[in-house]
């Protein structure tokens, strides 16, 4: 099937973790997918192997975002799901915290969100049907010391989240939040949450029936205090 023929899917924020496992999976479902990040050279390969397309992006700029959906249309038509899992941290003493790292985590992780979530309400608004999903984190849920800046920006992506669900819901778009509780990676006990495992439960939101949407879905992994 040729690319524009699939249904998109578009990533933002795409490492070599758990942005690379959704995009490999959401390739495997028979997506087209559009993988943004900051720095394009670094997702040609992953592209590549999942036949997909590798776009410049920073989701805290909005003519980056604004350009990276119309050229992602323009190649694949419009979204059906929209990924942010953009952000960043800075783990700091409150007395030793700047403004400037505030607002910058408060853009990597909330502002960023917003951008790529309204780009992707406008896209999908026409047809009446998509999913949107944001990546949270434990901090969306609990403020832990030295993690403020932190907080404040997956606190806010949360409320983001939650009050486009509920304006977008009746609207046939499903938006949901997923808290990350716990490190990403791999392990032999599985002590971590693996991102291809992290992936298949974002395909499954994706899939779910209008009739039972999550909102908000907690993932971690067995051993993770709570």
């Known amino acids: 099937m040729a690319e524009a023929e699939k249904p998109l ?15 490999r999976r959401f390739a495997a479902g028979g997506m087209a997918v559009a993988l943004a990040a900051r720095r394009k050279e670094r997702l040609e390969a992953l592209a590549k192997e999942v036949g997909g397309s590798a776009h410049a992006c920073d989701a805290t700029r909005e003519s980056d975002v ?18 942010f899992n953009a952000g960043g941290y800075v783990a700091k003493p409150i007395a030793e915290l700047t403004a400037a790292e505030v607002e ?5 992780s909330c502002l960023g969100g917003f ?8 896209a999908m608004q026409t047809a009446g049907e998509g999913t949107i999903l944001f990546t949270g984190a434990t901090a969306s849920i609990r403020g832990s010391a030295r993690f403020a800046a932190f907080a ?16 977008l819901g009746p609207k046939g778009i499903h938006v949901a939040h997923a808290i990350i509780d716990g490190g990403i990676g791999e392990t032999v006990d599985d002590g971590k949450l693996r991102p291809a495992a992290i992936a298949e439960a974002y395909w499954h939101l994706h ?18 205090k709570f």
């Open 115 to 122: 951008l790529v979530g309204r780009a992707a309400a406008k």
């Open 9 to 23: 899917a578009v990533i933002v924020g795409v490492g070599p973790g758990l942005g690379a496992a959704l995009a």
């Open 207 to 224: 899939g779910q029936a209008k009739s039972a949407w999550t909102q908000e879905l907690d993932l971690r992994p067995w051993m993770e």
């Open 152 to 167: 404040i920006g997956k606190f806010g992506l949360r409320a983001l989240a939650q009050s486009m669900a509920r304006e």
């Open 104 to 108: 910058t985590c408060w853009r990597s």
């Open 66 to 83: 604004e350009a990276l959906f119309e050229e992602a249309v323009r190649k694949a038509g419009q979204p059906r799901l929209v990924v």
